[in-house]
């Protein structure tokens, strides 16, 4: 060999050590979009088995998804890869015997119902129906199906609902005509069609017209545009279906009133199980025998965030209560043990989403697992399987004893690509809010942390109003990008959020700007004290929905307190908010009625009222397919502030919602937000 090529591969074989060792770099949006993501998790019955798909991007950021299956007996099993086909396969089941698993993939088109044998060959279709399979749910003994596909109501088949599908993409007329609200909901205009349920029989046979359970009903089973398969359930016996929607009406805009209805699996008669609420009934879950059925029910009709009881009914005796009404939290999920004498929950609490074991007869609730933000996968042979993130863990499966002892680690879906980056290191704190009341929070320090240096601060501001940025991982308001950019993170859960008790999320109601502004300049003045590393006077404000809000309402109440201000989907005017959104339930109950019935409240906290103190540099950013707050309210901010001399600058995405879901137009944003803060806190 040459003494040429002998350097050469010294030192190419220097260069890959040195690569292999290279230093962590701080966390980027490319970084971001480029993790996998792990998703459709399921436990065999028997708890022996776990299967869970993976979407991975390689580097030049084509994705593929496909499903594992893990031996759970075996500590030092490796996942097996069972799909090789493109697409993806999702929403995954096992079968009643755990030989084979269905899922959904739109592997001819749309989406259909396949099953797949665990022990080799090839997904059989289950479905072959003319629409897509938007969800589905096995019964108990695994021999029926309920499916969720949109129609229309006054269709007798699936064809009659197809060809008008059709016809409507090939009309050369484009008017929507209406008689009621809604118009549109979050991102999509009414096209007169539902969400209706479906039962089939699994016997072998590929189904092809299955019994709609929720013929002629004209609303949405399950609720669009968020709720899933857990709002539908088989009773144990097979004999009927339970879901949660409204009844139809006049009224979809502006009541929450969802109920539980039963229905016959051959169709029929619905008998509403849950008349006597008129606020939200929700997650109808039967215990293994039927004795029990659990539910989640709030209290206050037309308010969205009230908080969830969790109520039991004896479908012997017939008698129903409420368990554990003294624990003031309010439950995301329920599972009942194999016994069905306990409840396993998770539920927000103090920045963490936790899991709890919930005694049905006596209402002893007790934390198993605390730490970061949990979804819970399974319970079975004293096992807790749930998935897990946090400030620093995009997400991945775990298990844990009921005791909450042993806990381990299943999967490690991004361990390759964690190793390259560098997060920032973080921490919960507290100080005295509103009327000397304990508000939490979150710093973070930058990645590149220096001891003994200051750094601009970015100040995000969480939307609902009752929401939380606690400690979990984001694809979309990542905090941890913003410590990758340099920055010190800060986020305070202000008066109104939730997992701190239903009378701190109460709070905010019918005071929108006046506890939560008080909660975030004390914050903030509390958070720099603690942490001198934290510029108080190089600090830029940024938020998203009602954290938009709150940029306009700083605008126009704490003027001096930022170098500069984003404004993602926030509300400007809310005298024409009130006018043109689409859940008119929510602004109604949060500032006490309609807006002609109550005006000066909803006067007393628009922000468009205070515009003459505006004069921050600001960056909006709006979809224009926002229905939740419309894009003219971006707009009409953005035009003030370009009216009156005020520097700013509009972003906005045709093809987005309320949030940013395109990745690409995701790194937009933050070279936008980035870019825009950098210039501001010049750092």
Known sequence: MKKSTVLFALVAAGMARSALAAEPTPFNVQQLVNLNKLHSAAVSNDGKSLVYGVKVVDDQGEASSDLYLLDLTNKNAQPKQITAAAGTEHDVSFSADNKSIYFLASRTGSSQLYQLALNGGEAMAVTDLPLDINGYKLSQDGKQVVMTMRVFPECKDLACSKDKFTAIDESKTSGREYKQLMVRHWDTWEDHARNHLFVAQLNGKKITEPTNVTANRDTETPPKPFSGMEEVTFTPDGKHVVYSAKAPSRDQAWTTNYDLWQVPVTGGETLNLTEANTAWDSQPTFSADGRYLAYLAMTKPGYEADRYRIMLRDNVTGQEKEVAPLWDRSPSSLTFSADGRTLYVTAQDLGQVSIFEVNTQFGDVRPIYNQGSNSLIAVTNNQLIFKKSSLVEPGDLFSVTSEGEQLTQLTDVNKDKLANIKFGEYEQFNFKGWNDETVHGYWIKPANYVEGKQYPIAYLVHGGPQGSF??????????????????????????????????????????????????????????????????????????????????????????????????????????????????????????????????????????????????????????????????????????????????????????????????????????????????????
């Open 470 to 683: 606690g400690n979990s991982f984001s694809g979309r308001w990542n905090a941890q990008l913003w410590a990758g950019a340099g920055y010190g993170v800060v986020m305070v859960d202000f008066h109104g959020s939730t997992g701190y008790g239903q009378a701190f999320t109460d709070s905010i109601g019918k005071d929108w700007g006046g506890k939560p502004l008080e909660d975030l300049k004390k914050g903030m003045a509390s958070v720099t004290a603690q942490q001198p590393w934290l510029d108080a006077n190089n600090a830029c404000a940024l938020g998203g929905s009602y954290g938009g809000y709150m940029m306009n309402w700083f605008q126009g109440n704490w003027n001096d307190g930022f170098q500069c201000l984003v404004n993602h989907a926030g509300l400007f005017d809310m005298r024409s908010m009130y006018y043109v959104t689409e859940e008119l339930w929510f602004p109604e109950y949060e500032f006490g009625g309609t807006y002609d019935k109550n005006k000066e409240l909803f006067e007393k906290f628009n922000p468009v009222n205070y515009v003459e103190n505006w004069k921050t540099p600001m960056l909006v950013i709006h979809g224009e397919k926002d229905y939740r707050v419309p894009y003219g309210q971006g707009l009409a901010a953005y035009t003030y502030m370009q009216r009156n001399g005020i520097p700013s600058e509009l972003l906005v995405f045709p093809d987005e919602n309320h949030w940013i879901l395109n990745q690409d137009n995701l790194q937009q944003w933050y070279k936008n937000v980035l870019g825009w803060m950098d210039r501001w806190t010049a750092k």
